[in-house]
């Protein structure tokens, strides 16, 4: 299995700041790289797709980028709704894996 | 609009058989495969398989052995077995649609907690 890992696990961020999330994959997969939002008690909610499309509805303060290995998710400017769990997950190659999640919280 | 909602029993003993069935409304049934996805706190979010509406399915290797999943396309629903539970099946279990061919989960349903408890 492709193995995905996070960093950071936890970022701790204010209202109105940049901030980035990695995500690397234990082998290449081009850019077939999805990111999701997950906040408590709700389904993930997919943000971008093939590393750096923005999915449809989503604010354009998000931003994916990375081909290969490395990816990364960024947010422009953090809003109060941003406070939630991200994931990363690969659909390159079955079974599909997932990041072990990165939570933002407030500072 | 595509929705998917998904019934099933929320408590089961160890060496039970989990029992997951997901209704889809709205858009195509066919041209997609219809994934089962779980995530429990000790193993995060796992994939767990797919079916399209021919019945064509894939598996994780990891789960294989004790996972089926299956289709009704005349009810539009697919569902989820999973023999021999034991407590590390215990999870919140979401039913889940690409929304375009190929590409990831993008309707999910609201997801179920199985617990898995003597």
């Known amino acids: 299995d492709i193995q995905m890992t996070q960093s950071p696990s936890t970022l701790s961020a204010s209202v109105g700041d940049r901030i980035t999330i990695t995500c690397r994959a234990s082998?290449?997969?081009?850019?077939?790289l999805a990111w999701y939002q997950q906040k408590p008690g709700k389904a993930p909610k997919l943000l971008i797709y093939?590393?750096?499309s923005l999915e449809s509805a989503v604010p354009s303060r998000f931003s994916g980028s990375g081909s290969g290995t490395e990816f990364t998710l960024t947010i422009s400017s953090l809003q109060p709704d941003d406070f939630a769990t991200y994931y990363c997950?690969?659909?390159?190659?079955?079974?599909?894996?997932f990041g072990q999640g990165s939570k933002v919280e407030i500072k | 609009q595509v929705q998917l909602q998904q019934w099933g029993a929320g408590l089961l003993k160890p060496s039970e058989t989990l029992s997951l069935t997901c209704a889809v409304y709205?858009?195509?049934?066919?041209?997609?495969?219809w994934n089962w996805i779980r995530q429990s706190p000790g193993k995060g979010l796992e994939w767990i398989g797919d079916?399209?509406?021919?019945?064509?399915?894939k598996y994780n290797p990891s789960l294989k052995s004790r996972v089926t999943i299956s289709v009704d396309t005349s009810k539009n629903q697919f569902s989820l077995k999973v023999i021999s539970v034991t407590a590390a099946d215990t999870a919140v279990y979401y039913c889940?649609?690409?929304?375009?061919?190929?590409?990831?989960?993008?309707?999910w349903g609201q997801g179920i907690l199985v617990t898995v408890s003597s």
């Open positions: 093939k590393a750096s």
């Open positions: 709205g858009g195509s049934f066919s041209g997609h495969f």
């Open positions: 082998q290449s997969i081009s850019t077939w």
């Open positions: 889940a649609r690409p929304r375009v061919p190929q590409g990831p989960a993008g309707y």
């Open positions: 997950q690969q659909y390159n190659t079955f079974p599909w894996t």
């Open positions: 079916i399209n509406h021919s019945g064509s399915t």
